[in-house]
């Protein structure tokens, strides 16, 4: 429990008492997959009641975000200025790093987030839709703390020396529950490919772009993964 605990207290921004020793979610990082259902599910719960689908849309993603303390945003808008920043990999580090907002940033942010909120609007079952794409985004986020090479010391190379290549099966076995839910189990075995599928390719832009991945190339990841599995969810 003191690790699923650290683990809330990490992704999400609830009052949950007293904190908790981190390294207890660092030496469990597969757990990452039950903070998505906390998230995805009080988002579903909220939408559930909103018979407007601009509105419910909004709310599921202002109420992800907010839950995540935007911390996982704050992520995809760095990464959005190193992938945008031109010359040598020390200047996309560099401007992926400071803490100044540029163009790519912005850019990012407003891409990522306008393509979920889209996609939201159009689904046939929001609050599923809004609880598979969080579970997804964090299933993607332990895959890339485990497969990620940091480049970096930071809060990523801490989880990532504590990861265990065996860490992706309970990660996806924590993403099975998913099949349960009143959707197509075809829909949801293509959420998880399509999971895998965006996870490997951030891995890949990362490595060639940053020789490695830090905790804004995860935190993106959170945000780019849950936009993608919307918009595979709403695809007819």
């Not at 504590?162 to 998913?178: C, D, E, G, H, S």
């Not at 060639?208 to 780019?224: K, P, Q, W, Y």
Request: proline fraction near 6%.
């Amino acid at each position: 429990m003191k690790s699923v605990l650290a683990l809330l207290q990490f992704c999400t921004s609830l009052p949950l008492g007293k904190p908790v020793d981190f390294e207890h979610f660092a030496h469990r990082s597969y757990l990452y997959p039950l903070a998505g259902y906390v998230i995805g599910g009080i988002a579903a719960g909220i939408t559930y009641w909103i018979a407007s689908p601009p509105v419910g849309a909004a709310v599921a993603l202002a109420t992800a975000l907010l839950l995540s303390g935007c911390n996982h945003f704050d992520g995809l808008l760095d990464f959005g200025d190193g992938l945008m920043a031109h010359g040598s990999r020390e200047k996309r580090i560099a401007a992926m790093t400071d803490r100044t907002t540029g163009a790519g940033a912005v850019a990012a942010g407003i891409i990522v987030t306008l393509l979920a909120f889209a996609g939201l609007q159009t689904a046939a079952n929001l609050p599923a839709t809004i609880l598979i794409a969080e579970v997804c985004a964090k299933v993607a986020m332990s895959w890339l703390t485990t497969l990620g090479t940091p480049f970096r010391e930071g809060i990523h190379s801490y989880l990532h020396g504590f990861a265990k290549p065996w860490f992706l099966v309970p990660t996806f076995l924590l993403a099975l529950p998913l099949f349960l839910l009143p959707v197509p189990q075809v829909t949801i075995a293509l959420a998880l490919a399509a999971t895998a599928v965006i996870a490997a390719l951030m891995l890949a832009l990362a490595r060639r772009l940053f020789s490695g991945v830090n905790g804004d190339v995860v935190g993106a990841a959170n945000e780019i993964v849950r936009a993608g599995i919307i918009l595979l969810l709403v695809l007819p």
